[in-house]
């Protein structure tokens, strides 16, 4: 079957034989969790194709089609009372300019107009109802009379992308932003007609989709009716692909290659696996977009690995977002991320709703909300009334460190090269030389000591040196990672396709100036013993080709021991 990287169209996958993956069931459990409902996902997630199954399950006009739409599928055996019931409302709001508040309720009304002539083309409602709507300007102008043509009908509204334009706007001007979603903005008068709309039964149900919960929370008082579905057991994999499913998409990629199942399994793992929305959830959840490239993207004929596992378009989307790290306190929000990327997790609790009040400080919960929402953290477990959160796989945490490295670049005004920290890595790779990876890591440390850009202790120098060896996508880099209740500081690990003569296992002592050559022995004797423990631990031993340094600074420069 074909692949559908990069399709969106349930019609056009069922019908045009693409390879679909079976998530009917959650139609009836959306229904039985309510009649106004929200599931929001991080970019790239499915989010789309999954309300283009809705659409084409509920719409009236696709009742004769049902059996060769749905008949294989799961929803097709046990259907709902529900289905193909409806005139279906479709609205999406993605192209939506932000250059000023003008332009921007300029585009929303232009784009609510014209997905309300296609519903009264479509469901064949005379040119006098779609001349009245046409006389309307303001996007809640628009909705009311709409809504008064089509009182007598049965509409079910999807909005897909409903945050889109509002998450740009947010991480470039937060004032206008409240201007446009706030008390008073048009955003916010919009919902308020879909609301009434709802309590008089012309809108009989309502689906939303997008990335954050910013402008549903922003507006609370407008629109309050909506149930979030998107951190709920129920829902964690009702997008995204689990195991099983993308272990069934590559089976024919390994039987015909004569490939290790359990390799690439685990491979596509490091890569693209590791989300979950609910901390009562067991599974984890694969980017389905992730997948699907990788899929397309295997040389079939040579049975070749992609060149590059990292989706330029989903580096693209995600470098979009990443301006949301500057709302609030971007030093706080800053030493979050440091604090992530260096211990691997962040502890903290989520909020339900974001409050972005202007008069309000934007405070550590609300970034973690934020990274969560957009799939920059995922939840891994509970510690005490708190949760704990850690990077997803490595295509978000190569994400992270080209941030990072920028960010660095910006506060320090130093030019960090990765050219030239590729090639130390290569060195290192193949012939076990870590000399040009320590010149590189003591340049850095002496152009941040001479601007006093860091408090120079072991947690912003191992941050440095992560930051650094993320130039290279040569190896998977653990941070800190859990080995028989251990953690060691650094993994360099094998990363497939790429094959390297030897792995690595970094240990990072800091003795301060003051404690002088005295101190930086005892931190010298501490490390080489903490690293022959890590040796005699079986899941350390058991990895090929390994070698392990101590790294050893006092702030200024770097002096690597071969342990």
Same mark, same amino acid.
């Given at each position: 079957m074909k692949t559908p990287y990069g399709e969106s169209n349930f019609k056009k996958i069922i019908t045009q034989d693409f390879l679909y993956i079976d998530k009917t069931k959650y139609i009836g459990m959306l229904e039985q969790s309510g009649s106004y409902n929200i599931l929001l996902r991080p970019r790239r997630f499915g989010k789309t194709l999954f309300l283009s199954t809705l659409r084409s399950y509920y719409d009236i006009r696709c009742k004769?089609?049902?059996?060769?739409?749905?008949?294989?599928?799961?929803?097709?055996?046990?259907?709902?009372?529900?289905?193909?019931?409806?005139?279906?409302?479709?609205?999406?709001?993605?192209g939506i300019s932000i250059k000023d508040e003008e332009s921007i309720e300029r585009d929303f009304a232009f784009e609510v107009t014209k997905r309300l002539r296609i519903f009264l083309n479509e469901y064949q409602y005379p040119t006098e109802a779609v001349r009245r709507v046409e006389e309307q300007s303001s996007p809640a102008s628009l909705m009311k009379a709409f809504f008064e043509i089509v009182r007598e009908a049965k509409i079910y509204l999807f909005i897909d992308e409903y945050d889109h334009f509002a998450n740009a706007l947010l991480g470039e001007d937060q004032e206008l932003f409240s201007a446009i979603v706030g008390k008073g903005g048009f955003v916010r008068s919009f919902y308020e007609v879909i609301k009434t709309a709802t309590m008089e039964g012309i809108v009989d149900r309502l689906f939303i989709t997008g990335v954050t919960s910013i402008t549903l929370d922003s507006m609370t008082s407008g629109f309050n009716i909506g149930k979030n579905l998107s951190f709920t057991k129920e829902f964690n994999q009702a997008m995204g692909f689990t195991g099983q499913e993308t272990e069934v998409m590559i089976r024919p990629l390994v039987d015909t290659c004569g490939l290790d199942g359990l390799e690439m399994m685990r491979t596509l793992g490091d890569w693209y696996n590791g989300?979950?929305?609910?901390?009562?959830?067991?599974?984890?959840?694969?980017?389905?977009d992730m997948v699907l490239y990788f899929l397309d993207s295997f040389d079939r004929d040579e049975c070749r690995w992609p060149e590059q596992m990292l989706d330029d378009n989903i580096a693209s989307d995600y470098g979009?977002?990443?301006r949301l790290f500057g709302i609030g306190d971007r030093e706080s929000n800053f030493q979050t991320l440091e604090e992530l990327i260096v211990h691997g997790e962040i502890v903290g609790r989520h909020k339900g709703k974001l409050d972005l009040d202007m008069n309000k400080p934007f405070e550590r919960n609300d970034f973690i909300s934020l990274l969560l929402y957009m799939g920059f953290i995922t939840i891994s477990g509970t510690v005490l009334s708190q949760l704990r959160y850690v990077i997803p796989n490595y295509v978000i945490?190569? +994400? /992270?460190?080209?941030?990072?490295?920028?960010?660095?670049?910006?506060?320090?005004?130093?030019?960090?090269s990765g050219r030239a920290v590729e090639n130390a890595v290569a060195e290192l790779a193949l012939h076990n030389n870590i000399r040009p990876l320590v010149e590189e890591i003591n340049r850095v440390l002496t152009l941040f000591s001479n601007r006093d850009f860091m408090r120079m202790?072991?947690?912003?120098?191992?941050?440095?040196?992560?930051?650094? +060896? /993320?130039?290279?996508?040569?190896?998977f880099i653990r941070s800190e990672p859990e080995v028989n209740n251990r953690y060691p500081d650094i993994l360099l690990l094998e990363r497939k396709p790429v094959e390297v003569r030897y792995q690595f296992l970094f240990e990072l002592k800091f003795s301060k100036k003051k404690d002088g050559q005295k101190g930086l022995e005892a931190k010298r004797i501490e490390g080489v013993n903490q690293i022959k423990g890590y040796h005699a631990l079986a899941d350390i031993a058991g990895l090929p080709k390994l070698k392990s340094y101590l790294l050893l600074t006092d702030g200024t420069e770097i002096e690597a021991v071969a342990v």
């Open positions: 004769d089609a049902f059996d060769a739409l749905f008949g294989n599928l799961a929803i097709g055996r046990n259907p709902t009372p529900l289905k193909n019931s409806y005139q279906i409302l479709f609205m999406e709001f993605s989300y979950r929305f609910s901390c009562r959830a067991d599974g984890k959840v694969f980017n389905p979009k977002i990443m945490q190569k +994400l /992270y460190y080209d941030y990072f490295r920028t960010e660095i670049k910006r506060r320090a005004q130093i030019r960090v202790d072991e947690k912003h120098i191992k941050a440095v040196i992560l930051t650094l +060896l /993320y130039q290279s996508e040569v190896y």
